[in-house]
């Protein structure tokens, strides 16, 4: 979920970019059309390095998520392991 999320904002983030670096808008301060696009490459590069951090804290956590999946279903099956030998110890401990 979390990285469908990641994908879309980068997919809306290079659509809103991509027109302006290749129409050479600016803002209001009208600037010559290379160092507007000399800006626009560099915010460009600016947010796929924002993006490619966001990615890997994302698989981090999907990670840290999947490991500590693992880890409660090993501490489940223990429990239910020990749930077993509570129920077949207590008629023994019973006949006594």
Known sequence: MRRQRLILAVLVLTATLLPTAAFGQTSTVEQPKAASL????????????????LQKAVEKQESESAQAASRLKQQD????????????????????
């Open 38 to 53: 000399a800006a626009n490459a560099r915010h460009l590069q600016q947010h796929q390095a924002e993006v490619q951090s």
């Open 77 to 96: 099956q223990a429990i239910e392991r020990l749930r077993q030998q509570l129920q077949s110890a207590t008629p023994a401990a019973g006949a006594h």
